[in-house]
């Protein structure tokens, strides 16, 4: 028996959706050469995460083994899949690998950070392959809502793995390649020990629709429009974008392009050559001056981001164009799980101004780019593996496709982030749980999630904030009075006097009672100080804030 083995481990993109990060290894246990397939992030909400910019995977167990490293490989250019790319290069410092698109987006972002663009490697499509260490990989074309997708065909020691990244069967997807059946099953003649599958869309029972399907209608919808028409959807999905733009010009409208998101990836795409023809874009401030009837804006903002192209017009004007009565707001898209209060806010916004809001409830102007769950049965059995295990998904999906395996009798095996499995030989099983986390970035400073940062953040959000200043003599004698300054309080309590005046007067009857022992440590008069402040507002205004204390001694 081998004395090596062959391991995946998530670290982000099991048991959730977003900051996907998946490690491959082959090598003795504890030495293994490693890939990283994918190393994206999440964004935040103001909830959970109030005031931080970005979230990723934490990579501390990569980092500890940076030497280890061959290589990453970004199977996409949306931001789950290549977003932290940047932000982990000083961490990981190894070769980045892609195809033209998307190493051209992560290229910028390395630019962006201060890092050398030519850390990017641009692959060809297969069969070409990359060998790195004891592994081969190469880029398998796959249709998803962005261009030059692809899976990852990864040869092994051990044999070989499909990682799908994400997928859909689409044989006409308007821009990009589309899924050849064909293609796979020649990838798959030779024995696949493990397919690596995405799980987004696991409990859709119906077959995916094509790309293609959304473009008569979208045509029908702008051009039975009387006034300004403006459509939202996600900046990276370059093919509606191009059917929305198809649209406008054949309603004899002038197209306009609203948003650095947007702009950034049809630049992109042109200048990579997937994009070989798009309709002619005026400016903004071109379409100022144009009858409103003859716009059609394409804009950013379709989940609802507050400071995106869409919630700016929602407001009021942006750019110089603003919405009217009459007006069509479009969302061709469909609003991920969690952002539903950002889009319904800004419908309503809309609403109020009289515009007219469609969105996709009727399936009609958006298409998901991932594969539904006769879609990924088609690919098992087209794949035909060993083993299948789960990605891209929460835990329900996850646990649902792998029990979709199972029903076809095929081995599924739910690992969510953390789970290391060793795959070698016939029957794979986990031989470690390594600690997985999330990792904020919060302005330019990255923080741990237990760092207690954020965590500390959200209590003063809900509880508001007291600070405390006292002073004392050379004696450790109270020096005046103690004052108090508040945030996020109401002013008054429930004594009708001015909370700040109560929460003082208690606090100055404390110190005035206090023994010497209790004055002299710092640590035992601020424990007492909190412990007032707090229940003097529980009483005052039903709330126990956050507590500063300032100590300052004359000496």
Not at 13 to 22: D, F, L, T, W
Not at 56 to 70: G, K, Y
Not at 365 to 378: C, F, I, M
Request: glycine residues 10%; negative net charge; aromatic residues 6%.
């Amino acid at each position: 028996m081998s004395s090596e083995r062959l391991i995946y481990l998530p670290l982000g993109g099991a048991g959730e959706i977003g900051m996907n990060a998946y490690v491959y290894g082959y090598g003795k246990p504890g030495q293994e050469r490693l890939i990283l397939v994918d190393l994206g992030v999440t964004f935040p909400d103001m909830d959970t995460t109030p005031g931080v910019d970005l979230i990723h995977a934490d990579i501390s167990w990569l980092r500890e083994r940076a030497d280890r490293l061959e290589a990453v490989f970004v199977t996409h250019a949306h931001e789950d899949h290549v977003g932290a790319v940047a932000h982990c290069y000083e961490a990981l410092g190894a070769p980045v690998y892609a195809r033209a698109f998307t190493a051209n987006i992560a290229r910028r972002k390395m630019e962006e950070h201060g890092h050398p663009e030519d850390a990017v490697h641009t692959a060809s499509a297969w069969p070409e392959q990359i060998s790195v260490g004891p592994f081969k990989v190469g880029f398998l074309p796959v249709s998803h809502s962005i261009p030059e997708s692809a899976a990852l065909v990864i040869d092994t020691p051990e044999g070989r793995i499909v990682h799908t990244g994400d997928f859909k069967l689409d044989e006409n997807p308007i821009v990009g390649e589309p899924f050849d059946p064909n293609l796979w099953a020649e990838v798959a003649k030779s024995g696949v020990k493990a397919l690596v599958c995405d799980s987004t869309n696991v409990f859709s029972p119906h077959a995916g629709r094509s790309e293609s399907e959304v473009g008569p209608e979208i045509t029908r919808l702008v051009e039975e429009a009387s006034g300004m028409v403006v459509a939202t959807t996600f900046a990276s999905n370059v093919a509606r974008v191009k059917t929305l733009a198809e649209a406008g010009e054949r309603a004899g409208r002038s197209v306009v392009l609203l948003g650095r998101a947007m702009r950034r990836m049809i630049e992109a795409a042109t200048e990579t050559g997937i994009l070989t023809s798009f309709p002619r874009v005026v400016s903004a401030e071109e379409a100022v001056d144009m009858p409103r009837q003859n716009l059609m804006l394409i804009v950013t903002g379709s989940q609802g981001e507050r400071r995106a192209a869409s919630a700016q017009l929602a407001r009021g004007k942006y750019r110089g164009l603003e919405l009217k009565e009459g007006d069509l707001f479009l969302f061709s898209s469909k609003t991920i799980p969690g952002n539903e209060r950002g889009v319904i806010f800004i419908m309503n916004q809309l609403s109020e101004k009289g515009v007219d809001v469609v969105d996709d409830s009727a399936g009609l102007y958006h298409v998901s780019g991932h594969a539904n769950r006769p879609d990924l049965e088609k690919v098992h059995g087209l794949v035909d593996p060993q083993m299948i295990i789960p990605m891209h998904g929460e835990h329900r999906h996850l646990r649902e496709h792998a029990k979709l395996a199972e029903a076809g009798g095929r081995t599924g095996i739910l690992a969510v982030n953390g789970t290391m499995l060793d795959l070698t030989g016939n029957a794979p099983r986990v031989v470690d749980y390594v600690e997985t986390g999330r990792t904020y970035l919060d302005g330019t400073v990255k923080v741990g999630a237990l760092d207690g940062v954020v965590r500390d953040r959200i209590r003063m959000a809900l509880n508001g904030h007291v600070t405390v200043t006292v002073i004392l003599d050379e004696e450790d004698e109270p020096l005046g009075e103690p004052w108090c300054d508040t945030m996020g309080l109401s002013e008054i309590g429930s004594s009708r006097a001015a909370l700040v005046e109560v929460l003082e007067e208690d606090l100055n009857q404390f110190l005035m009672r206090a023994d010497a022992k209790t004055l002299r440590d710092d640590d035992k008069l601020e424990e007492a100080i909190r412990r007032i402040v707090r229940q003097t507002a529980k009483t005052e205004i039903g709330k126990k804030p956050e507590v500063t204390t300032v100590i300052s001694r004359m000496k």
